[in-house]
């Protein structure tokens, strides 16, 4: 697989655009710190870029499907590129509502590439190499985050905020080209059936696919788990930052989840080879309630740090699952569309947990919040295990790659 030369592309493009994603959005939480006292308003912002790419996403998916891959990925990047232009705007202006525009052009841009990227990835490596490639793809980009976020601390002290959106540019840009050299020869996937062309209207004709793959269902609904944790992620850095009364913290926390996260997908294929999906995602779900109640100590710095190693490696584990179950499990001639509903549910879910967060932090405060996350973690965990325990013994998971069940 690591001869593969879309591969090796599709891994550079992931690292160097992750870079510039994670300089962007420490500069957004700094030009908010500055601008926004309130943790509600910050959510609402973050909120409104999520919006329109939840807006778009219905559209997102038809062009997906339609069109060729690497279409799709070269004109999300252009726009991804030209929307930091707003954000310079905004820095140079002093207004919020500039920030907001660059969030909705690049939050829309997203909705349109990665849905894309995960409909390509199938189509690069056999399929008994895709769990292999999600775990080593989600490392490149928790490596590009740990990178990005340190590199980021390090020039808000020396350079002023508008330089780290012109390195941002130049990382997007520079992910516009490699993705002109991907070779994705489409016509090896499945041609779509005449039934599939005739279907080929939206987010309706994936709803019946999901539902007769209740692996899938499970699987869509158990992510809900790790995004109430990753929703609020940076308003909870935010805020233990200012309980601990520590700058240094941020990055402590962000090293020791990547760190650990990439420690997860590394990990993750010998699990694989030993259990079955479903064991995985069940007991990291469980773990992930366990690093929110870690939480409530959130005033000690080494229980912080070690709440965060525990989600990291946890989710590490869950997401490349996750994504090899969905790869695998779904038919290929609709996965422009599922992985853009997925997108877009990821997205409605992000943003209600995100002002949901912003409203507790401000009610009730972050140490009680994550008590009630990791009860919520609990309860759907065991809801969905008893769920799988009744199909268990049905022939709707005999086949399902991985490992034996149980």
Same mark, same amino acid.
């Given at each position: 697989?690591? @001869?593969?030369?879309?591969?090796?592309?599709?891994?550079?493009?992931?690292?160097?655009?992750?870079?510039?994603?994670? +300089?962007?959005?420490?500069?957004?939480?700094?030009?908010?710190?500055?601008?926004?006292?309130?943790?509600?308003?910050?959510?609402?912002?973050?909120?409104?870029? +999520?919006?329109?790419?939840?807006?778009? %996403?219905?559209?997102? %998916?038809?062009?997906?499907?339609?069109?060729?891959?690497?279409?799709?990925?070269?004109? !999300?990047?252009?726009?991804?590129?030209?929307?930091?232009?707003?954000?310079?705007?905004?820095?140079?202006?002093?207004?919020? $509502?500039w920030m907001i525009i660059f969030l909705i052009f690049i939050q829309m841009s997203a909705?349109?590439?990665?849905?894309?990227?995960?409909?390509?990835?199938?189509?690069?490596?056999?399929?008994?190499?895709?769990?292999? +490639?999600?775990?080593? @793809?989600?490392?490149?980009?928790?490596?590009?985050?740990?990178?990005?976020?340190?590199? /980021?601390?390090?020039?808000?002290?020396?350079?002023?905020?508008?330089?780290?959106?012109?390195?941002?540019?130049?990382?997007? /840009?520079?992910?516009?080209?490699?993705? $002109?050299?991907?070779?994705?020869?489409?016509?090896?996937?499945?041609?779509? !059936?005449?039934?599939?062309?005739?279907?080929?209207?939206? &987010?309706?004709?994936?709803?019946?696919?999901?539902?007769?793959?209740?692996?899938?269902?499970m699987t869509l609904v158990l992510t809900f788990i790790p995004l109430l944790f990753i929703?609020?992620?940076?308003?909870?850095?935010?805020?233990?930052?200012?309980?601990?009364?520590?700058?240094?913290?941020?990055? $402590?926390?962000?090293?020791?989840?990547?760190?650990?996260?990439?420690?997860?997908?590394?990990?993750?294929?010998?699990?694989?080879?030993?259990?079955?999906?479903? !064991?995985?995602?069940?007991?990291?779900?469980?773990?992930?309630?366990?690093?929110?109640?870690?939480?409530?100590? /959130?005033?000690?710095?080494?229980?912080?740090?070690? /709440?965060?190693?525990?989600?990291?490696?946890?989710?590490?584990? &869950?997401?490349?699952?996750?994504?090899?179950? &969905?790869?695998?499990?779904?038919?290929?001639?609709? @996965?422009?569309?599922?992985?853009?509903?997925?997108?877009?549910?990821?997205?409605?879910?992000?943003?209600?947990?995100?002002?949901?967060?912003?409203?507790?932090?401000?009610?009730?405060?972050?140490?009680?919040?994550?008590?009630?996350?990791?009860?919520?973690?609990?309860?759907?965990?065991?809801?969905?295990?008893?769920?799988?325990?009744?199909?268990?013994?049905?022939?709707?998971?005999?086949?399902?790659?991985?490992?034996?069940? %149980?």
């Open positions: 697989m690591l @001869h593969n030369r879309n591969v090796w592309i599709l891994l550079v493009g992931e690292f160097v655009a992750g870079v510039g994603l994670w +300089l962007g959005i420490i500069g957004n939480l700094e030009f908010m710190q500055e601008k926004v006292p309130s943790d509600f308003l910050k959510a609402v912002i973050l909120a409104a870029g +999520l919006l329109a790419g939840v807006a778009i %996403g219905p559209l997102a %998916g038809r062009i997906t499907d339609q069109l060729k891959k690497k279409s799709v990925m070269l004109a !999300s990047g252009f726009v991804r590129a030209f929307s930091v232009v707003f954000m310079l705007i905004a820095i140079q202006t002093g207004s919020v $509502w909705a349109f590439y990665f849905p894309a990227l995960q409909a390509a990835i199938p189509l690069v490596v056999k399929e008994k190499e895709l769990l292999q +490639l999600n775990g080593i @793809h989600m490392n490149v980009s928790t490596l590009s985050r740990v990178l990005g976020t340190a590199v /980021a601390g390090i020039l808000l002290t020396i350079m002023p905020l508008s330089m780290m959106y012109v390195m941002s540019l130049i990382a997007y /840009a520079i992910l516009f080209g490699v993705t $002109w050299l991907l070779q994705i020869d489409e016509q090896t996937a499945e041609p779509l !059936s005449n039934s599939a062309k005739k279907l080929n209207k939206g &987010f309706k004709d994936v709803f019946p696919i999901i539902k007769d793959l209740p692996i899938v269902l929703g609020g992620f940076n308003l909870m850095v935010i805020n233990i930052s200012e309980i601990q009364d520590s700058s240094a913290i941020k990055g $402590w926390i962000y090293t020791a989840e990547g760190l650990s996260f990439m420690a997860g997908a590394f990990y993750i294929k010998k699990l694989g080879d030993r259990f079955s999906p479903y !064991s995985i995602l069940f007991t990291f779900s469980l773990i992930i309630g366990i690093s929110q109640f870690l939480l409530y100590f /959130a005033d000690i710095p080494f229980m912080t740090i070690v /709440a965060f190693i525990v989600f990291g490696f946890s989710v590490g584990c &869950f997401f490349p699952t996750a994504a090899t179950i &969905f790869q695998t499990r779904v038919p290929k001639e609709f @996965h422009g569309r599922f992985f853009s509903f997925r997108n877009m549910l990821d997205r409605l879910i992000f943003q209600i947990v995100l002002l949901l967060t912003g409203f507790l932090l401000d009610m009730i405060g972050l140490q009680l919040m994550v008590v009630v996350f990791g009860f919520l973690s609990f309860i759907m965990t065991a809801v969905f295990y008893f769920k799988f325990r009744q199909l268990r013994n049905g022939d709707v998971l005999e086949n399902t790659p991985g490992g034996q069940v %149980g």
